[in-house]
């Protein structure tokens, strides 16, 4: 199985567009400590040919550009992109669809109730249902895919989509609107969980033992948007669970056997992302791998 991670950065990519916090302020200083990251999403595929992405970032053009499995094998029209599997209904994971309108062909699967945001907004609709179906999947049901990957989806806890949001939306609801996903060939299989509230024990059982976990790097610290002046949220509001303190994911996933655990959809505020920062060195004597965009793992 070929694992290529498209993008690392969480909504808004790193550097965003109009930040000036501190590592968005390194990277357009030009400091080497930083480098750019788009949004996230993930290429897996069990044969090298046919590929299927995991959720579809708005940068999504800029990541077929960068990664030379995903372009047209010469024929007219034609891409290896199978289908586009949703974890949530978050801009950052399903805007991209509107960049893949061209007539061609591939599967997109979501639960019911992300499947029911892509309905509801009318813009979807140019992505052609007749050309492109969307096959609704159930949770705890394993989906097998034309070239031998076997995906399982299954709820973890998270919230609504910011668009859909109310004044006091729940934010550690566990029901179809926030998904994680394992993906497996054969006796082989990997953990996809770019956004997750709360790491419960019910989540821990799962990953016990897991060879690959790619799990919600989105912040290091719960008020760090607010600590540094960019933002009025908190993680615990946005649906992310922090890497740091006692209820953070180095500390809930620290004792489970992970082999490899890699953190993803990193939002640019976290110290993480910048080279040689004691957080990042924090994270990596926990044994966690910061991605990357072009970042790859064959399993
Ligand atoms: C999130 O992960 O919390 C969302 O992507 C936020 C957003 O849509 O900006
Ligand atoms: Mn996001
Ligand atoms: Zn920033």
Not at 141 to 167: C, H, N, Q, W
Not at 202 to 211: C, F, I, S, V, Y
Not at 271 to 285: H, K
Request: proline share 6%.
């Amino acid at each position: 199985m070929r694992i290529i991670v498209l993008g690392s950065a969480a909504g808004g990519g790193f550097p965003q567009w109009n930040c000036g916090c501190e590592a968005c302020a390194l990277f357009w200083q030009g400091d080497p400590r930083v480098r750019a990251r788009t949004q996230s999403s993930v290429a897996v595929s069990a044969s090298g040919e046919k590929w299927l992405l995991l959720n579809c970032s708005p940068d999504v053009r800029l990541q077929i550009l960068q990664t030379r499995a995903l372009h047209p094998q010469g024929t007219k029209r034609g891409s290896p992109i199978e289908g586009v599997f949703l974890t949530n209904g978050d801009i950052d994971h399903v805007a991209g669809l509107l960049s893949l309108r061209e007539s061609q062909p591939f599967v997109i699967f979501g639960t019911t109730a992300v499947l029911a945001e892509i309905g509801r907004n009318q813009i979807f609709a140019a992505v052609d249902e007749s050309i492109v179906p969307r096959k609704r999947v159930e949770l705890d049901r394993p989906v097998v895919m034309a070239d031998g990957l076997t995906i399982e989806p299954f709820t973890v806890a998270g919230k609504v989509p910011l668009y859909r949001e109310s004044d006091a939306p729940e934010t550690k609801g566990e029901w179809q609107s926030t998904i994680g996903l394992k993906i497996s060939k054969g006796e082989t299989q990997f953990y996809y969980i770019p956004g997750c509230a709360d790491i419960d024990p019910a989540l821990r059982a799962r990953l016990k033992n897991a060879p690959l976990v790619l799990f919600d790097g989105t912040l290091w610290q719960d008020d760090e948007m607010i600590r540094q002046g960019i933002g009025s949220k908190t993680g615990r509001r946005m649906g992310h669970v922090s890497m740091s303190g006692p209820e953070g994911s180095i500390a809930g996933l620290g004792d489970l056997g992970i082999q490899r655990k890699v953190f993803i959809h990193i939002n640019n505020s976290n110290p993480v992302l910048i080279d040689g920062t004691p957080e990042r060195r924090q994270a990596e004597a926990a044994g966690w791998e910061i991605a990357y965009d072009g970042m790859e793992i064959e399993l």
